[in-house]
């Protein structure tokens, strides 16, 4: 592709996870290798050691390294789990430090649209909003058993207010499935477009896959990984004893703790083996052995279930989950409804007994991921940027 003489900012809060690193790095890169100039532009400038190496090659700006350092005193919001100082502080102060006028802004996230949106408004400097959860579902979803659970009634009308006022402003929103579809139409009647995650798919796969389920997270209570305890003895119960192997690092000692505690109550300790955090390569063969990979809740995507298929492994994954929008129930792997614990030991059952289906609908399902390039999410999202330019 020819040189193409525009400047994009990929805008993300914070690199706070493998998720985000390798979204974004990803997508700055294979923007560049297309010929558009794009560059990484973060509100936080520390990123974690452990995310540097997804990031290596790309020219990255922090919003916060332009200011004094008393304004870069950020801390979490108290009760809140994504919420922090530097959400309130950036918008304030951004419009005043920004030294490059980009053509466009790609804002990775809610939060961040907040200042993509005071960018927009003082320096004129045009975004598109690419949501991944919008606030009012985000207080529904994942603070159930959080202490501000108590106050729905009022911050969920809130978060739907601060849901409209970050997309007011954008020229488009951007989703990257379409499970948010009918809720940001209610929102907005801006256009909205589906841009795909892509993925690294394997050049092969295995002929035989092991025996193993797999699991990956962020272990907190929100991913449900009380669940898998229950699968396993469903699975038990049903004469199928299956090993689960669960890779990711505790969001506390209390919850994993906790964890072994019912694990051992509920006879299915010595089943389970536990990877804290792992690298890419060794991630890869576990995704490569796994009869499956289960994931019990549902996502806006779930990257964990297109990289498990670009491996060669089916996916369990609840229906409406974004990554089902690219795959087939039955075919590619099962999509039973979200805490539907029956069907989950049902699906789990049927691939642990069968491993000559298991890797039919895991090579099916690989076949699928290998047209999710990160090349082609690239050319997609550049098409998508010349409609709003």
């Not at 994954?317 to 792997?333: A, C, E, M, W, Y």
Request: proline fraction near 4%.
């Amino acid at each position: 592709m020819r040189k193409i003489k525009l400047d994009i900012a990929i805008f993300w809060d914070r690199i706070g996870g493998i998720t985000e690193a390798k979204l974004a790095g990803e997508e700055v890169r294979h923007l560049n290798k297309l010929g558009i100039d794009a560059e990484l532009l973060l509100i936080e400038q520390q990123i974690p050691a452990k995310f540097k190496d997804f990031l290596y090659d790309l020219k990255i700006d922090a919003l916060e390294s332009q200011v004094p350092k008393i304004f870069r005193v950020n801390f979490r919001i108290p009760g809140f789990s994504f919420f922090s100082l530097s959400h309130l502080t950036s918008p304030l102060y951004s419009p005043l430090v920004l030294r490059r006028k980009y053509d466009i802004i790609i804002s990775h996230g809610t939060f961040a649209c907040f200042t993509a949106r005071n960018l927009r408004k003082y320096r004129g400097l045009p975004y598109l909003a690419h949501i991944w959860d919008p606030i009012s579902y985000i207080l529904q979803k994942a603070y159930v058993q959080s202490p501000i659970y108590h106050f729905q009634k009022i911050l969920v009308p809130l978060g739907t207010s601060l849901d409209r006022l970050i997309l007011e402003e954008a020229e488009a929103i951007i989703l990257p499935s379409k499970y948010h579809m009918n809720r940001m139409g209610k929102l907005t009647e801006k256009s909205i477009e589906v841009v795909y995650p892509g993925v690294n798919s394997a050049t092969k796969v295995p002929s035989k896959r092991d025996d193993y389920i797999l699991a990956v997270a962020r272990w907190e209570r929100g991913k449900k990984p009380f669940f898998l305890l229950a699968l396993l003895e469903g699975l038990k119960k049903r004469g199928t004893r299956a090993t689960l192997v669960m890779v990711g690092r505790w969001k506390t000692q209390r919850i994993r703790e906790s964890f072994f505690r019912e694990a051992k109550s509920r006879n299915v300790l010595n089943q389970i083996i536990n990877l804290k955090e792992i690298d890419e390569t060794t991630l890869s063969r576990y995704y490569f052995g796994a009869r499956m990979l289960v994931h019990p809740i549902t996502e806006s995507f779930g990257m964990i279930g297109l990289e498990a298929a670009a491996h060669g492994a089916p996916i369990i994954i609840p229906k409406r989950s974004g990554v089902t929008d690219l795959f087939n129930d039955g075919v590619h792997g099962f999509f039973p409804e979200e805490e539907d614990l029956d069907s989950f030991v049902e699906h789990a059952e049927i691939l642990l007994s069968n491993e000559r289906r298991a890797w039919k609908m895991g090579f099916d399902a690989w076949q699928v991921a290998r047209k999710y390039t990160w090349t082609n999410h690239a050319r997609r999202l550049y098409e998508v940027v010349k409609k709003y330019i």
